[in-house]
Structures are given as structure tokens and as C-alpha cells.
């Protein structure tokens, strides 16, 4: 039977003192993982085969060496998540040939040497792919050709890429897959892209993220800002009703202003919704507590909630949030400013609750601080007893005191 996995250190140790055992262990492992500096000990591997091996992950180093990688490449592999080291796309080409089963690629920093027509021609022959991440350190790969071919790859079902989709953009892509198929159908199988866009590119990709379940876009400025917001939270839940996870971070030099009816329209248009996040150069100064209510109860599977923006939410939308949805909370950021005394005797509860942000809070008006910071880190200890980190977004000498003595109640 296979192994789920062993450390590479513990591989290591095995390769000094019993290579016999070694082999014997590397022959059902499933998954390999390569962190810190574990690439030391790729030398010691150079003749050991890994069969049974579905995931390898390699954390970024110099001795990511080609050479060095090519034991694990067999025939069985699925995953491949490189994080940086000197291949090329000569390796990739090995990656191809050895690993036919290969449905998953992550990969960063290859040191400038792989080109994007190597990288094109390493997608046409790797049919079995179907999750591909191509991160920060890859800019040079990432151009309109690799991702004209990933948007009308038709069994790609997850995609992160970091290049800036713009309508433009679309329009290529819309044109390349008519040409192929005389129908501009982007992306058909996809359910989880990661990616940067335009307002404008934005809005024009939804349509065709209709069956996508996790969508986390960086939305960069295009001159749109001051309208596009509201039109792209209206277009979000028509495109995209299945959405489970949501995650907007908004980029720009200034703020983006959004209205509580576009929010409120968002989460009533996304039931499916377990995680929800808008977060950066956005405000939404209107956005006060009896929003909230419409919110949650839109939003029946709601775990993970972050709004990270300027708005008026105060400890009225705690209270509203934990009677809705205070059971199965496990995450939560709001920013607004919160008095926590007022949260004393209330019969709300967050009992799975492991992280906690709060925008503000409001020190007391009189009396002794520092006994006014106990009792509210009290509260907060009440509130979510299984709360793992606390943080306050504008921190002063009260929410010090409170977060102070609340770690000592943990």
C-alpha cells in the first residue's frame, strides 16, 4: 500500500544508514515535499526510483537543478509545484514525456529560462493538464499567446495567472477560439481562476465563468473606477451564480467608493457563498449595520467573511452576524469601529471562530482604561472562546491594552 508521505529528512537519514530501506520506502510513496533547505539532499537521491510518486512540491532553491529533479519524474506523477530553481524548458519537455498522468503544474522563478514558446509547446503536449498556476516569477511566460491557449484549453478546470486581463485581451482570445471552433466559448470546463484584471476585463471574462465555484481577482484601475465597481458587483452573481468562494482585492492609487445596495445585490445573487472577501483601495462609508443583516441572511453557508474597507459597521453588525451565522463562522474581518463593552451580557456566541479583525475600537469615555481594556478583552474571550488571533486594523494604546490582556486569557 502507498505511502501518503515521508519527510525528505527522514529519506535522508534512511540513505545513510539502510540504502536498501530507502528503496523500499520510496517505492510506495505517493507525495514528496521538498521545503526549506531540503533541496540539499537531492544529490542523495540520484538513484533512487519513486514509482508510486503523485505529488511533488519543491520549495524555491539554486539546487532545483534539472539533473538533480529527473528521479522523481515518473510515470505516475499528477502534481508538479515548483516554487523556483534553475530549469528550462528543456526540463519541461522531460516533465511532458515522463509524466503523462500530470494534471497539476505550479510554477515560479525558473530563472529567466524558459520562453513562452517553450512553455506553449510544453502545453500541447501535456493533455492531461488540467490545474496550472503560473506565478509572479514567470512574467516572461505569461504573455497574450499562453494565455489565448490556457483560455481555450478545453479541459482546464483551475487556473491562477498573473499577467493583467484586460478587454483586449478577451477580444484575442474571443477571436482565436472562433477561429477554431466558430463559437468564442472561453474557458468551458473552468471552476477556479485566480487572477489580475481590469474593471473593463473583468466584466467582459465573466460570461464565461459561468460554471466557476472560486474566483479571486486583483482588480487594477483602468479610468473606469468611479462607476465600474457597482457594475462589476451586479455582474458578478448573473455570470457567476455558483460561486462558493469570492475573493475581490481592489489596486489602484485611490480608493474606490461601492454603495450597500451593490453588496447587498452581490450577496443576495451568491447563496452559495462560504467565503466571502473584498479588501485594498475600496471604501464603502455608507455601509452601516442594518446592511449587514441583509447580508448573512442572504448568505445561508457564510464561514469566512472579510470586508477590509472604510465603513460604518459597528458592534450592532457583530451581534447581527453572530445570530445568523455565529455557529459556523471560522474567519471574520470588519472594519467599522466597535464598542465592545456594548457587548457585555449579550447572548451571541462564535464558538468555531479561529480569527478575529476588527477595524476600531472605542475606548472608554471615563473611568480606569486599563480595567476597561480587561473587561473587553474578556468579552472578546466570551464571544469567541476558541480565538486563535485577535487583531485590531488601527491600533492605539487601548486596543494594545485589550490585545495584551486578551493574550493572556488564552
Not at 523556483?84 to 515522463?98: A, H, K
Not at 489580475?196 to 473606469?224: C, K, N, W
Request: proline residues 5%; aromatic residues 6%; glycine residues 6%.
Amino acid at each position: 500500500m502507498a505511502e501518503d508521505r515521508t519527510s525528505v529528512s527522514t529519506l535522508a537519514l534512511l540513505a545513510e544508514q539502510d540504502p536498501q530501506q530507502l528503496q523500499h520506502r520510496a517505492n510506495s510513496l505517493r507525495s514528496l515535499e521538498f521545503i526549506a533547505d531540503d533541496s540539499m539532499y537531492h544529490g542523495v537521491f540520484k538513484d533512487i526510483k519513486f514509482p508510486t510518486l503523485e505529488r511533488l512540491a519543491l520549495d524555491a532553491s539554486n539546487q532545483n537543478e534539472e539533473h538533480l529533479l529527473k528521479p522523481y519524474l515518473q510515470p505516475a506523477l499528477k502534481a508538479f509545484i515548483f516554487y523556483g530553481g534553475p530549469i528550462s524548458e528543456n526540463f519541461l519537455v522531460t516533465l511532458q514525456e515522463s509524466c503523462p498522468q500530470l494534471e497539476e503544474l505550479l510554477i515560479d522563478n525558473a530563472r529567466g529560462k524558459i520562453t513562452p514558446e517553450g512553455f506553449l509547446h510544453f502545453l500541447e503536449g501535456a493533455t492531461s493538464l488540467k490545474r496550472i498556476a503560473i506565478m509572479y516569477g514567470m512574467d516572461q511566460v505569461a504573455t497574450d499567446e499562453v494565455f489565448v491557449a490556457l483560455a481555450t484549453r478545453p479541459s482546464l478546470q483551475s487556473l491562477q495567472f498573473q499577467q493583467t486581463i484586460n478587454g483586449d485581451l478577451i477580444s484575442l482570445a474571443e477571436s482565436q477560439q472562433t477561429n477554431q471552433h466558430d463559437e468564442a466559448q472561453l474557458f468551458p470546463c473552468l471552476d477556479k481562476l485566480v487572477c489580475r484584471a481590469t474593471f473593463g476585463g473583468l466584466v467582459r471574462l465573466l460570461p464565461y465563468l459561468r460554471q466557476v465555484t472560486h474566483l479571486e481577482a486583483t482588480i487594477m484601475s483602468d479610468g473606469h473606477t468611479s462607476t465600474g465597481s457597482d457594475t462589476l458587483l451586479e455582474a458578478i452573481p448573473a455570470s457567476s451564480p455558483h460561486l462558493c468562494i469570492l475573493k475581490l482585492e481592489y489596486s489602484g492609487v485611490r480608493p474606490v467608493p461601492i454603495s450597500p445596495s451593490g453588496l447587498v445585490h452581490l450577496a443576495q445573487g451568491l447563496p452559495h457563498i462560504q467565503q466571502l472577501e473584498i479588501s485594498g483601495q475600496v471604501r464603502a462609508p455608507e455601509l452601516q449595520d442594518h446592511h449587514m443583516s441583509k447580508i448573512v441572511e442572504a448568505l445561508p453557508d457564510l464561514r469566512n467573511l472579510h470586508l477590509a474597507f472604510e465603513c460604518s459597521l459597528t458592534e450592532a453588525a457583530l451581534i447581527e452576524l453572530g445570530h445568523e451565522r455565529g455557529s459556523s463562522m471560522t474567519d471574520c474581518e470588519l472594519w467599522g469601529s466597535y464598542a465592545l463593552r456594548n457587548l457585555r451580557g449579550s447572548d451571541v456566541s462564535f464558538p468555531v471562530l479561529r480569527d478575529l479583525v476588527l477595524g476600531k475600537l472605542v475606548p472608554p469615555a471615563f473611568g480606569d482604561t486599563k480595567s476597561e481594556a480587561a473587561s473587553a478583552a474578556r468579552v472578546v474571550k466570551g464571544l469567541a472562546p476558541n480565538l486563535t488571533s485577535f487583531d485590531v486594523v488601527t491600533g492605539d494604546a487601548f486596543a494594545s491594552l485589550v490585545d495584551t490582556c486578551w493574550a493572556d486569557l488564552i
